[in-house]
């Protein structure tokens, strides 16, 4: 029982924190890294991501002019998020990740976050892996054609509603 109070304190720390990070100001002097990526279909008439990410913050949803639009923020130089995207005969491959390391210790001090958005005009399969953090999950008006998602100790919100094209 001691054990589940305090992963549930945990939890909610690392909840109070993501939020924190999620909507601080743009013009944060706080010495975090900032980094937006920008992907463009090239031609891909369906997209499989992947999406790896051991602790943090997680936000996904539409609302990108192109593939997909990422925005980062991190603490640490080597915790910047990997962003890997080819493209095989119509089929996109987009992979983002978390850098493999030991040091993910996140503290007070500590900031990692992703706002992830991807374009509503391509079909999506989503692989979604997260360890320990928030997710929120905005689905709406994206062409999801395979969904699956495991986590690890957090909290997640997924959000179905909206329009579907496809309903399988």
Do not use: C
Not at 38 to 62: C, F, H, Q, Y
Not at 129 to 142: H, K, P, Q, R, Y
Request: charged share 30%.
């Amino acid at each position: 029982q001691e054990v589940e109070e305090e992963s549930d304190s945990e939890i909610n720390n690392i909840e109070d924190k993501m939020d924190e990070i999620m909507t601080e100001s743009e013009d944060d002097q706080g010495g975090n890294h900032k980094d937006v990526t920008i992907i463009k279909a090239n031609g891909a008439k369906k997209v499989e991501v992947k999406v790896k990410i051991g602790a943090g913050k997680l936000r996904l949803s539409n609302g990108s002019s192109e593939l997909f639009t990422g925005g980062f923020v991190f603490s640490d130089e080597a915790w910047k998020p990997i962003v890997n995207y080819k493209v095989n005969g119509q089929t996109g491959y987009l992979v983002i990740k978390q850098p493999d390391s030991d040091n993910y210790n996140l503290d007070n001090k500590d900031k990692y976050a992703w706002n992830l958005k991807f374009t509503e005009n391509i079909p999506l399969d989503f692989n979604i892996e997260v360890g320990a953090g928030v997710s929120e999950i905005f689905l709406d008006n994206l062409q999801i054609e395979s969904f699956s998602m495991n986590m690890g100790v957090g909290k997640t919100e997924i959000d179905l509603s909206g329009r579907w094209i496809k309903n399988t």
